[in-house]
Nanobody, 124 residues
């Protein structure tokens, strides 16, 4: 039984900040990569930021320098701190736990356990 639950989405003004939280249960968080992905209307799901068990990180070019990912293994929690938000950041954000090892850890197909998503809307 693995559960992935995201929270923290909402409406924020352009230039504002928002923090998302992902809590994973039934899974040894400290031994696996956790990823944040997003899917905007009409677009494919894309990686946003991922973090490995040894705290290596990935950021997409579009969010690099604005978003920060972190993990707290004791709390089975991964956070995504989003700053300087833009309207194009509007999407459903998903947290996922890695289960596969066919490609690099920022590929969506590497992740087998997914949350239901949390909506982030950046608008004035």
């Amino acid at each position: 039984q693995v559960q992935v639950v995201e929270s923290g989405g909402g409406l924020v003004q352009p230039g504002g900040s928002l923090s998302l939280s992902c809590v994973v249960s039934g899974f040894r968080l400290g031994q696996h990569a956790i990823g944040w992905f997003r899917q905007a209307t009409g677009k494919e799901r894309e990686p946003v930021s991922c973090i490995t068990d040894d705290v290596s990180t990935y950021y997409s070019d579009s969010v690099k320098g604005r978003f920060t990912i972190s993990r707290d293994n004791a709390k089975n929690t991964v956070s995504l701190h989003m700053n300087s938000l833009k309207p194009e950041d509007t999407a459903v954000y998903y947290c996922a736990a890695r289960t596969n090892y066919r490609n690099n850890y920022y590929y969506p197909d590497e992740y087998g356990y997914w949350g239901q998503g949390t909506q982030v809307t950046v608008s004035s």
